[in-house]
């Protein structure tokens, strides 16, 4: 089993869930987050100066897959996440050693 985190501009979230989605893959975290990377920030001159946003707002997706479906889903994230520009994110992909669901089995149901 693989990890695969992929930190995206928050307004393609949707292109990647339908994406996803038409693969078959359908379970997935989502967090809103604020980080920097090359792109390094905006910088903004206005009449009072100049201000720099240092960090950015973006979209953090996280899904854990079976092997064989790995590659099919980074493709569906890199071509659905991509405009081309600068900050469009970044994949990371690292194994999982132990993916245990929590919730009771069917014989462990509370009556």
């Known amino acids: 089993m693989k990890l695969i985190t992929a930190v995206i501009r928050p307004e393609m979230l949707q292109f990647v869930k339908d994406a996803l989605k038409e693969i078959g893959v359908n379970g997935m975290t989502i967090t809103h987050v604020y980080g920097r990377g090359s792109q390094a920030g905006l910088r903004f001159t206005t009449r009072a100066g100049e201000i720099i946003i240092d960090e950015l707002e973006k979209t953090k997706v996280e899904i854990v897959l079976e092997d ?44």
Do not use: C, H, Y
């Open 68 to 111: 064989e479906m790995v590659d099919k889903a980074v493709d569906a994230i890199v071509k659905s996440a991509q405009t081309g520009k600068p900050g469009d994110g970044r994949l990371i992909v690292t194994p999982v050693e132990r993916f245990i669901r929590i919730r009771p089995e069917p014989s462990e149901s509370t009556e």
